[in-house]
């Protein structure tokens, strides 16, 4: 279920300056288990010497497209050693380890559906938002959908041309806003800066045709933006929290400011044994509550846990709780629902009885 599989590129170009776009060649056999759902990602997987590097990459495409690819954009991090690798030495042909596509960052079109669709979307934050956007455009074809997008500047802009040529082919239904954060605006100065709550609050009056309670929002970027734009809807312009969906780049906590919680540290200190079951074969360990995550431990002792982010955000290591009860500390990918149901993600668990079973399989 969780398992990686060696993949060929048969596309390694060059988006920007420090994005590469990568294209798959999923084998027939593997087809089903690779089809996909717009807004989704892949966990990538690379071993280098000791170590076993995970990535999530969103898939660009659209499942309604015509011969839907999977492509993912790779923006070139200074310290990353897996962007690296994948923005400079990665050569068309090579083979890749990728797991079959997850996440929950969409929502389901009907044909019958009139809705506008808003994207908000920062940099590589576009690769799941312009899959959604166009999944929307194709399946709903009395929906419209705007998409106001940042980058630093306008040689930057990650697919322009697709966009652009999106803007025509979905004519009168899809109005694309390019805002650039360190260039001069070629054509107003309102898309001067990045994407914010003070920011949207002047587009929604530029463009008073837009049914701001009504619309369903798809936004990426980083936690500040997507903390800020989500909290304004909400809050200020009353929209349902289930007409926006959001997807961080990566976990908040990334981005220097990780601490620990008061939850956390008020949880019990405690000795518990941990069984996980994983590909029906089960593992046992003992595991102090207030040292590592679940997940953490797991991989010390060498099993084979499934995992990308290890932040809360990629949803890779789910399980359900079987047995006992955990203290589950950032959740940044499990819907009310799977939480109610006890799923956990293990990379934030810690245990909280004496005795805890959890279940990958499911
Ligand atoms: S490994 Fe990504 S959420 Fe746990």
């Known amino acids: 279920m969780h398992h990686f599989h060696k993949i060929k590129t048969t596309k390694v170009s060059r988006e920007t300056n420090d994005c590469v776009h990568i294209a798959f060649e999923i084998p027939e056999h593997l087809k089903h288990e ?10 990538v997987r690379f071993v280098f010497g000791e170590e076993d590097l995970r990535r999530s990459y969103s898939i660009i495409n659209a499942p309604s497209e015509d011969n839907p690819e999977i492509e993912i954009l790779v923006k070139h991090l200074d310290q990353g050693k897996v962007s690296t690798y ?60 705007y998409l106001f997008f940042s980058n630093k500047s306008l040689n930057e802009i990650i697919f322009k041309k697709e966009i652009d040529a ?10 694309v806003i390019y805002l650039l954060s360190r260039e001069k605006h070629f054509e107003d100065e309102l898309f001067e800066g ?34 800020g734009i989500s909290d304004y809807l909400k809050k200020e312009k ?12 990566s976990a908040p906590d990334d981005e220097g400011n990780a601490e620990m919680s008061d939850e956390f540290k008020a949880i019990p200190n405690l000795e518990s044994m941990v069984t996980l079951i994983i590909d029906d074969d089960e593992y046992s360990f003992h595991l102090n509550s207030k040292k590592k995550s679940i997940l953490d431990q797991a991989l010390h002792e060498k ?20 047995e006992g009860e955990v203290f589950m500390e950032k959740n940044f990918a499990l819907t009310d629902d799977e939480v109610e149901r006890g799923f956990v993600l293990t990379c934030q668990c810690h245990p909280t009885t004496n005795v805890v079973m959890l279940n990958y399989d499911v």
């Not at 690779?34 to 966990?43: A, E, P, V």
């Not at 709550?197 to 530029?206: C, G, I, N, P, V």
């Not at 009353?238 to 780049?249: A, D, F, G, H, R």
């Open 34 to 43: 690779f089809s996909f759902k717009q807004g989704q990602y892949l966990n």
């Open 86 to 145: 994948l923005n400079q030495e990665l050569k068309l042909g090579d083979f890749i380890e990728v797991m079959a596509p997850a996440g929950h960052f969409y929502t389901h079109y009907h044909v019958s559906n009139q809705k506008t669709y808003i994207g908000l979307a920062a940099g590589s934050g576009i690769s799941p938002v312009i899959s959604n956007i166009k999944e929307a455009l194709y399946q709903e074809p009395l929906s419209s959908a």
């Open 166 to 175: 999106l803007v025509e082919k979905f004519e009168g239904r899809l109005k």
């Open 194 to 227: 990045r994407i914010s709550a003070e920011k949207l609050d002047l587009l929604f009056e530029r463009f008073p045709e837009i049914p701001v309670q009504d619309a369903t929002y798809f936004i990426c970027g980083p936690s500040e933006m997507i903390k």
């Open 238 to 249: 009353k929209v349902p929290s289930l007409q926006i969906m959001y997807e961080y780049y």
């Open 303 to 322: 099993l084979p846990v499934p995992f990308a982010c290890k932040g809360g955000v990629c949803c890779t290591c789910k399980a359900q709780v079987m």
